[in-house]
């Protein structure tokens, strides 16, 4: 097998064999392949896209780059959640501890934050002294001893598509569905859970933007899922405006815990019954309704904010989260509806003010974030607050923030906020 008549290959739109993929993939992994070849194989897959069998072949391939989670001695059903990515996207804070409440076992890794799309890692961090790293044997006894345990992911995971993906970055070849679909669900495949939940967002703050698109990728993720043998089940769920109000760490963990006590905001809400009731009926074998109506009465009666208190103690954090950043509010420059906030920008924003990384080494500080005051659809007066910003050592401009606000005089609608749900 020549890796010129690979790449030709599927530049003439014909299917790969799982030989020839496994080859151009182990080839990159252990250098034998260079950057150029597999940046035109990659390119090769932007143009003429791959079937649904290449890339469930192609993520098996990039599954057994890498060692793969055990979770055999935790008993029960284990589900595994993810998101592509979004602004002040804080739904497994709230999500987690709601599920492992209601009896559902998870076993849980996370990624820090990439790009403009916040991270759960660096949210947890915001709390002191929370750990994110922990051995294999520990990580199942805090699943088995209280349902619940969340850690950084580790560079031995998938490690075909730590490689990949980093070149895939510089190389514009990110937003390929199949790529795309793989490189998710290989990592979610060898977290070891048996049933994946999957949070796929649309819209002008997550990385694709049309509903078609979301809709081809979560497609793509259940046959994998499926040809795996787990089934899987994505919900698309709208990301034209930041979740809830908090963007940034610290700022997300606080309403995190106030959606906790059933006190957050609507969309938050919304969304963390939506998932949790599927991650409930798959993992407890029970109607999804059953398992809606557990999920409400777990937030209402406490018993997901306790298990939240009880996830934090175990892994050696204080609930005691102290912001001693600058605070300031941005004021609306006229009356009207907003009818359209710049969700990437925010984003970009925050990530340049600290809350995310611009270079690889930079240090995140928890205390930068924004709080929204209002939303899309929300009435404004002038000179009402549109947002609070928190900032610590750098500055940002105002006319920044209010170009991310349209305000209009007509009435806009509230956009839906689960778009569908694809199994
Ligand atoms: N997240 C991933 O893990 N991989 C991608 O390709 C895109 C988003």
């Known amino acids: 097998m020549n890796i010129t008549d690979i790449i030709d290959k599927k530049l003439k739109n014909c299917v790969l064999s799982y030989a020839e993929i496994k080859k151009m993939v182990m080839d990159y992994v252990d250098g034998t392949i260079n950057d150029e070849d597999m940046t035109s194989f990659l390119k090769a897959i932007v143009k003429c896209g791959m079937t649904y069998e290449e890339t469930s072949d192609l993520t098996k391939v990039m599954l057994e780059s890498g060692?793969?989670?055990?979770?055999?001695?935790?008993?029960?059903?284990?589900?595994?959640?993810?998101?592509?990515?979004?602004?002040?996207?804080?739904?497994?804070?709230?999500?987690?501890?709601l599920v492992a409440s209601c009896g559902v076992k998870v076993a849980k890794m996370s990624g820090r934050s990439l790009g403009y799309t916040g991270?759960?890692?660096?949210?947890l961090e915001s709390i002191p002294g929370f750990k994110v790293d922990m051995d294999q044997d520990?990580?199942?006894?805090?699943?088995?001893?209280?349902g619940l345990a969340l850690v950084s992911q580790s560079g031995n995971l998938v490690p075909a598509d730590k490689k990949i993906y980093a070149l895939r970055d510089v190389?514009?070849?990110?937003?390929?569905?199949?790529?795309?679909?793989?490189?998710i669900m290989s990592k979610k495949l060898a977290s070891g859970a048996d049933k994946i939940v999957l949070d796929v967002k649309v819209g002008r703050g997550a990385?694709?933007?049309?509903?078609?698109?979301?809709?081809?990728?979560?497609?793509?993720?259940?046959?994998?899922?499926?040809?795996?043998?787990?089934?899987?089940?994505?919900?698309?769920s709208n990301m034209n405006e930041p979740l809830g109000f908090a963007i940034g760490n610290m700022v997300e963990v606080e309403e995190s815990i106030s959606a906790l006590k059933?006190?957050?905001?609507?969309?938050?809400?919304?969304?963390?019954?939506?998932?949790?009731?599927?991650?409930?009926?798959?993992?407890l074998n029970i109607d999804g309704q059953?398992?809606?109506?557990?999920?409400?009465?777990?937030?209402?009666?406490?018993s997901a904010y306790?298990?939240?208190?009880?996830?934090?103690?175990?892994?050696?954090?204080?609930?005691?989260?102290?912001?001693?950043?600058?605070?300031?509010s941005v004021k609306a420059h006229k009356t009207g509806y907003i009818t359209y906030i710049d969700t990437l920008k925010l984003g970009e924003l925050v990530r340049h003010l600290g809350a995310g990384r611009v270079n690889i080494d930079d240090v995140v500080d928890s205390r930068v974030g924004f709080i929204l005051s209002k939303k899309v659809g929300d009435f404004v007066l002038k000179d009402e607050e549109l947002l609070k910003v928190y900032l610590t050592s750098k500055d940002c401009l105002i006319r920044d923030l209010l170009d991310c606000f349209k305000i209009e005089n007509d009435v806009c609608d509230k956009e839906k906020l689960i778009l569908d749900i694809i199994k």
């Open 171 to 183: 190389t514009n070849t990110v937003s390929s569905i199949p790529l795309i679909a793989s490189s």
């Open 67 to 97: 060692k793969q989670i055990d979770l055999s001695c935790i008993t029960g059903i284990k589900v595994d959640k993810h998101s592509t990515g979004g602004v002040g996207d804080k739904t497994t804070l709230v999500l987690l501890p």
């Open 290 to 302: 059953k398992a809606y109506d557990m999920c409400v009465v777990n937030l209402k009666n406490g």
């Open 119 to 123: 991270g759960t890692i660096d949210k």
């Open 207 to 236: 990385l694709l933007e049309k509903i078609e698109d979301a809709k081809t990728l979560a497609q793509y993720m259940v046959h994998i899922g499926k040809s795996h043998g787990k089934e899987t089940v994505c919900v698309l």
């Open 306 to 328: 306790a298990k939240f208190e009880e996830f934090v103690k175990a892994q050696n954090g204080t609930l005691n989260l102290i912001n001693d950043s600058k605070k300031f």
């Open 138 to 146: 520990s990580f199942i006894k805090q699943v088995n001893d209280i």
């Open 262 to 283: 059933d006190e957050g905001p609507s969309d938050l809400k919304e969304l963390v019954l939506t998932l949790g009731s599927i991650m409930v009926s798959l993992g």
